[in-house]
């Protein structure tokens, strides 16, 4: 990885941070950032389920506004328990293909 692509991540993973504690009120603590690759890895202690909603709500705002990173690998302990979560960022190219609607839209008379 280059210079500039390095820096750019590490000042992306600056304001991630500062938005996380900012975002989830201070209820993750312990918190490092790396980055892996195209992904940003977060590991943490949440004091609540609830601060974990927080941090994957900030987690996709910060991937919507920063779209440097595919996803962002979310590992917190909760309760002596360890949750592992990955959020994807960026959208597929390829569109989903859904089946036609093959369904009448008109009344009809049945006799």
Do not use: C
């Not at 941070?17 to 950032?33: A, I, K, S």
């Not at 996803?71 to 293909?97: F, N, Y």
Request: proline share 2%.
């Amino acid at each position: 990885m280059n210079m500039d692509r390095w820096s750019q991540k590490n000042d992306w993973l600056n304001q991630y941070n500062e938005m996380l504690v900012e975002e989830t009120h201070g209820l993750v603590q312990q918190l490092w950032l790396d980055a892996e690759g195209d992904s940003a890895v977060v590991h943490g202690k949440a004091a609540s389920y609830y601060a974990v909603q927080l941090a994957i709500r900030a987690t996709q705002t910060f991937g919507h506004r920063h779209p440097v990173f595919d996803e962002t690998r979310l590992s917190l302990t909760v309760a002596q328990r360890q949750l592992k979560l990955t959020i994807p960022h960026r959208r597929r190219k390829g569109r989903a293909s859904t089946q036609a609607d093959t369904r009448q839209r008109e009344l009809t008379l049945v006799s």
